[in-house]
């Protein structure tokens, strides 16, 4: 035999090595990867990223599509079958009721929310990447005892389904704010509650490679809720373009799975719901929203009815709802700004809210860390006086191990008549909590908030929470 016959029989069995190796390392991938799917390797760990994602690989890493690679496609989907994980919900990127969407992971992973999510926005149905994310306890690796789970959400070709159950347990209680040392004197009864806080069904169809029909319906709470659901046309020219049209949730801030945070919640909601926005981050509403996820940049404008869809809602331009958001991210530090201007759509032309933001996250493989600011104006018609709004959000996450994190985080926020130009509430809520994934697909979660508010009439009540969540994703 020739010396080169030598040398190519020997190349192929070092071929067949190394898939044998890549096999019993990742027993995840047991999907192979769509052979009109071009990926991207990342070099630095070893794993594979679908472009159904629109992930976009580190630096010094190279595209399958554009045959950089020393591999060629073929030998790339038998070494290498489905995707290894990446994060959830960038900053996107923003929960209870908000399809558990997990900007913390971005910042650990420094990747877009596209790379989990079906939606660009983050949160809901997770494809490939972001199952086995989730199965391998938010790492890359999965455990060797967790390797053989029979887990796939993937029906048929091109038909995915997912889901989010979280139920809680709650203890409040209230007290009179304690002003310039005074004692309170009144201190209600502590009191609990249980609450089926979601169950969230989602279900994703591609027929086509750029098409994605996308379903989300909420069994839980006290009825059942219609979710997001829309078409979208996704992959679309250079820029990774995408259009989404039907029933969407408003691209705006950090889509956290917390929508109580006052950088989060409406105003006017009951305690311990209650923020500082104009609508409700659980909410969806009818319209047109574009955007693009192109290397470290992301941006979203959508155009909607604040509204909503039971009905349609006839009115002026001027009383419909805008909201922009662009991202720009640098390794780990993801750093953004939004808007939005709200007519309400209540067919009253002088009364509208607006809202501008700025956030940021960033994180390591031990923590996560994000923030977000904003600030806005309600504008009211007749004797009501004008309203500023401001609040802020902090959290640091801290991971111990695959199985347990610590969490704190403050949230502020404030209201002022701006006819008088005088501060008539202020809050404040500190907050610490323990997350424990004894398996993949289920977390624990033990929580106490306390909540300082103060008024101009010195009537705010102070509040004392505690939560404890069980939360099932898949």
């Not at 679908?50 to 060629?72: I, T």
């Not at 279900?203 to 909420?218: Q, R």
């Not at 305690?271 to 929203?289: A, K």
């Not at 009439?457 to 505690?466: M, T």
Request: charge should be negative.
């Amino acid at each position: 035999m020739s010396g080169s016959h030598i040398t190519a029989r020997a190349m192929e069995v070092k071929r067949r090595a190394e898939r044998s190796v890549a096999a019993r390392r990742w027993p995840l991938m047991s999907r192979r990867i769509d052979a009109r799917e071009p990926a991207s390797l990342d070099c630095a760990r070893g794993r594979v990223l679908s472009s159904e994602c629109g992930a976009v690989a580190p630096d010094g890493c190279v595209q399958v599509r554009e045959a950089r690679m020393r591999l060629d496609y073929r030998e790339l989907r038998t070494a290498v079958v489905p995707t290894v994980a990446s994060v959830l919900a960038a900053g996107s990127l923003l929960l209870s009721g908000e399809a558990a969407a997990r900007p913390q992971y971005a910042a650990r992973e420094g990747m877009n929310c596209i790379s989990c999510h079906v939606d660009p926005d983050g949160g809901g149905l997770r494809h490939g990447n972001g199952f086995s994310y989730q199965r391998g306890r938010h790492a890359f690796e999965v455990e060797p005892k967790f390797e053989e789970w029979p887990a796939d959400p993937e029906l048929a070709k091109g038909v995915r389904i997912g889901s989010d159950l979280r139920a809680t347990g709650l203890s409040y209680d209230t007290s009179d704010h304690e002003e310039d040392g005074e004692e309170p004197s009144v201190d209600t009864p502590r009191t609990y509650a249980s609450f089926a806080m979601q169950g969230a069904v989602y279900l994703g169809f591609t027929p086509a490679d750029h098409v994605v029909l996308y379903y989300a319906h909420d069994l839980g709470a006290s009825s059942q809720k219609q979710r997001d659901w829309y078409g979208m046309l996704r992959g679309l020219t250079s820029l990774n373009l995408y259009i989404k049209a039907g029933q969407m949730r408003t691209p705006y801030g950090l889509r956290l799975d917390d929508h109580s945070a006052f950088t989060r919640g409406m105003q006017s909601s009951p305690p311990g719901e209650e923020g500082m926005m104009d609508v409700n981050p659980r909410e969806t509403y009818p319209g047109v929203e574009v955007g693009f996820v192109k290397n470290t940049v992301h941006a979203q404008v959508s155009y909607q009815d604040a509204q909503g869809s039971s009905t349609p809602n006839f009115t002026k331009f001027e009383e419909k709802m805008v909201n922009a958001r662009l991202g720009i991210r640098a390794g780990h530090l993801f750093v953004g700004a939004s808007g939005r201007y709200n007519g309400l759509g209540d067919g009253d032309e002088m009364s509208q809210s607006t809202r501008v933001g700025a956030f940021a996250m960033f994180g390591g493989s031990k923590f996560a860390l994000l923030a977000e600011v904003d600030t806005g104006e309600n504008q009211f018609s007749g004797s009501l006086s004008d309203e500023e709004v401001n609040g802020a959000f902090l959290q640091g996450e801290f991971y111990l191990s695959r199985a347990v994190a610590l969490r704190g985080d403050f949230n502020y926020m404030d209201f002022t008549n701006q006819e008088f130009d005088a501060t008539i509430r202020t809050a404040r809520r500190y907050a610490a909590g323990i997350d424990w994934n004894p398996i993949p697909f289920v977390k624990l979660t033990a929580e106490g908030r306390l909540v300082s508010n103060s008024t101009i009439s010195h009537d705010g009540l102070d509040e004392s929470w505690g939560l404890v969540y069980a939360v099932f994703s898949y």
